[in-house]
């Protein structure tokens, strides 16, 4: 029999696991007969404790799971408070490293400041050396006008004192050549005097100065060797050199002798020339130094250019070798020859000076001297 026709029927709404008594229809006492329902009433105390055991269990769970959230909470604030106080360390490890860092930045900044102050005082040391190495080492231009300034102090000297026109011309060219490989624009006006200096040393005719200078000196060296007029001799005679015979008689060889030695006694001159004055001994070393003096001074005269005493001196030095001197020696025909040589020679005439290239060179100096940034130059010693 199945089991929905044993249990009764229970009220609407109501539990169908409910105990039996409540189920006992109304009215039914102690002495009413009572209906048996065995199924039902083994059923019911195995739902009951199933019921139980699940709470049991649900309630386990619920502990289980409190005590678990629990325990993890736990451990959770462990771990929170280990890890803020790590944090805590690492922080104050920070902060005692940003201090440290503080000072050492101060430090470094202190440092740095100095080597600042220090750095500005070296660069101002710097400027100040090569502003003085500037002033003490002259740059390659300023050493060029030095180089161009003495050559034109050596030409000028040249052609005052010497009257050398070639050695002040090759002097103006060196330097134009120099100024032309430098190549500078402030070099212009002193290059336009150059050329105008070096046109005006060409136009000049060419005399050897030098040449006349050393001939004289020649000469004046040669007067101690000349011979005076007093001193001419007429070459002995060529001695007969002819044997006489061996049987010639003693007496034929007297005679012969004799004959010979009154030939040598008398001496025909045929005199085509007024007599050689007669010169003391005394006198004949002033004269010679006299002609000297009259050479010199012709020399003298011809580096001063003065034509005028330098024919007077000629002159008189040939007039001096004619009266008081042998003609006839070739020494004093050669000093005759090279003094008519040089009177006939054309005085050099005037000789242009170089003061426009030296006023462009003193402008040009003056001009780098008060250039800005540089220390006055010390002038230059007089020459």
């Given at each position: 029999?199945?089991?929905?026709?044993?249990?009764?029927?229970?009220?609407?709404?109501?539990?169908?696991?409910?105990?039996?008594?409540?189920?006992?229809?109304?009215?039914?006492?102690?002495?009413?007969?009572?209906?048996?329902?065995?199924?039902?009433?083994?059923?019911?105390?195995?739902?009951?404790?199933?019921?139980?055991?699940?709470?049991?269990?649900?309630?386990?769970?619920?502990?289980?799971?409190?005590?678990?959230?629990?325990?993890?909470?736990?451990?959770?604030?462990?771990?929170?408070?280990?890890?803020?106080?790590?944090?805590?360390?690492?922080?104050?490890?920070?902060?005692?490293?940003?201090?440290?860092?503080?000072?050492?930045?101060?430090?470094?900044?202190?440092?740095?400041?100095?080597?600042?102050?220090?750095?500005?005082?070296?660069?101002?040391?710097?400027?100040?050396?090569?502003?003085?190495?500037?002033?003490?080492?002259?740059?390659?231009?300023?050493?060029?006008?030095?180089?161009?300034?003495?050559?034109?102090?050596?030409?000028?000297?040249?052609?005052?004192?010497?009257g050398n026109v070639p050695s002040a011309l090759t002097a103006l060219q060196l330097a134009e050549a120099?100024?032309q490989r430098l190549d500078r624009p402030q070099f212009v006006p002193l290059r336009r005097s150059l050329?105008?200096?070096?046109?005006?040393?060409?136009?000049?005719?060419?005399?050897?100065?030098?040449?006349?200078?050393?001939?004289?000196?020649?000469?004046?060296?040669?007067?101690?060797?000349?011979?005076?007029?007093?001193?001419?001799?007429?070459?002995?005679?060529?001695?007969?050199?002819?044997?006489?015979?061996?049987?010639?008689?003693?007496?034929?060889?007297?005679?012969?002798?004799?004959?010979?030695?009154?030939?040598?006694?008398?001496?025909?001159?045929?005199?085509?020339?007024?007599?050689?004055?007669?010169?003391?001994?005394?006198?004949?070393?002033?004269?010679?130094?006299?002609?000297?003096?009259?050479?010199?001074?012709?020399?003298?005269?011809?580096?001063?250019?003065?034509?005028?005493?330098?024919?007077?001196?000629?002159?008189?030095?040939?007039?001096?070798?004619?009266?008081?001197?042998?003609?006839?020696?070739?020494?004093?025909?050669?000093?005759?020859?090279?003094?008519?040589?040089?009177?006939?020679?054309?005085?050099?005439?005037?000789?242009?000076?170089?003061?426009?290239?030296?006023?462009?060179?003193?402008?040009?100096?003056?001009?780098?001297?008060?250039?800005?940034?540089?220390?006055?130059?010390?002038?230059?010693?007089?020459?």
């Open positions: 029999m199945s089991d929905s026709n044993d249990r009764p029927m229970a009220p609407a709404g109501g539990d169908p696991d409910a105990p039996a008594a409540l189920l006992t229809p109304p009215g039914s006492g102690p002495g009413a007969v009572k209906m048996e329902v065995p199924g039902v009433l083994r059923k019911r105390p195995a739902s009951f404790g199933l019921l139980i055991g699940i709470g049991v269990l649900v309630v386990a769970a619920a502990v289980a799971f409190w005590l678990d959230g629990k325990r993890t909470q736990q451990a959770l604030r462990t771990e929170v408070a280990q890890r803020l106080t790590g944090v805590e360390s690492s922080t104050q490890a920070a902060g005692r490293a940003q201090t440290q860092l503080a000072t050492e930045l101060r430090d470094a900044q202190a440092k740095i400041t100095l080597l600042e102050a220090r750095l500005a005082e070296s660069q101002a040391e710097q400027a100040a050396l090569e502003a003085l190495y500037r002033d003490l080492a002259p740059s390659r231009d300023e050493i060029a006008i030095s180089e161009i300034e003495q050559v034109l102090l050596v030409a000028s000297q040249q052609l005052q004192l010497a120099k100024l050329a105008r200096d070096i046109d005006r040393l060409k136009a000049v005719p060419y005399v050897d100065i030098v040449g006349m200078s050393l001939k004289l000196d020649q000469g004046i060296a040669a007067v101690d060797t000349l011979p005076l007029a007093m001193d001419e001799r007429v070459p002995p005679p060529v001695p007969d050199r002819t044997a006489a015979p061996a049987d010639e008689s003693a007496w034929r060889r007297f005679l012969a002798d004799l004959w010979s030695d009154a030939k040598q006694l008398i001496r025909i001159e045929v005199a085509d020339r007024p007599a050689a004055p007669l010169v003391p001994m005394a006198q004949q070393y002033f004269l010679r130094e006299n002609l000297k003096l009259r050479l010199l001074t012709a020399r003298i005269a011809l580096l001063a250019r003065n034509d005028a005493s330098f024919q007077a001196d000629l002159v008189a030095v040939e007039a001096w070798l004619k009266q008081f001197f042998d003609t006839r020696a070739k020494p004093v025909q050669t000093l005759q020859a090279t003094v008519r040589q040089l009177a006939a020679s054309p005085m050099p005439g005037e000789t242009p000076d170089l003061n426009r290239s030296l006023e462009a060179l003193r402008v040009l100096r003056l001009g780098q001297d008060r250039a800005p940034g540089r220390l006055p130059a010390a002038a230059p010693a007089a020459r």
